[in-house]
């Protein structure tokens, strides 16, 4: 029988994602002021979904680097390009790849 972890209340969980939207939302805003800032509202946006065993959606997971964590800005800290069906985000702070399929 698999092990059932224990999940936060359904609400609980909902607060939580209009909570990371907020978050990402912020940091957009707040990265051409200070990029120290948007990099620590990804951090938050990231404990608050480990804490409640939630998925951050998919548009928001190609918004910040999953070697470092700090937020992309495709021109500003990042690169990207689409090479055989993938779009490919450079971090230049860390200089890692992350590689996403084009549907």
């Given at each position: 029988?698999?092990?059932?972890?224990?999940?936060?209340?359904?609400?609980?969980?909902?607060?939580?994602?209009k909570?990371?939207?907020?978050?990402?939302?912020?940091a957009?805003?707040m990265?051409?002021e200070d990029?120290?800032?948007?990099?620590?509202?990804?951090?938050?946006?990231r404990?608050?979904?480990?804490?409640?065993?939630?998925?951050?959606?998919?548009?928001?997971?190609?918004k910040?680097?999953?070697n470092?964590?700090?937020?992309?800005?495709?021109?500003?800290?990042c690169?990207?390009?689409?090479?055989?069906?993938?779009?490919?985000?450079?971090?230049?702070?860390?200089?890692?790849?992350?590689?996403?399929?084009?549907k």
């Open positions: 029988m698999p092990k059932i972890y224990n999940k936060k209340p359904i609400h609980q969980q909902k607060i939580a994602e909570r990371i939207k907020f978050l990402f939302q912020h957009k805003e990265f051409r990029s120290n800032a948007s990099d620590k509202y990804v951090m938050m946006a404990r608050i979904a480990m804490k409640y065993k939630i998925k951050i959606p998919s548009p928001l997971k190609k910040f680097c999953k470092c964590h700090k937020y992309l800005m495709p021109g500003a800290n690169r990207v390009r689409i090479h055989k069906h993938r779009i490919i985000y450079y971090c230049f702070g860390c200089r890692h790849y992350m590689r996403h399929p084009v």
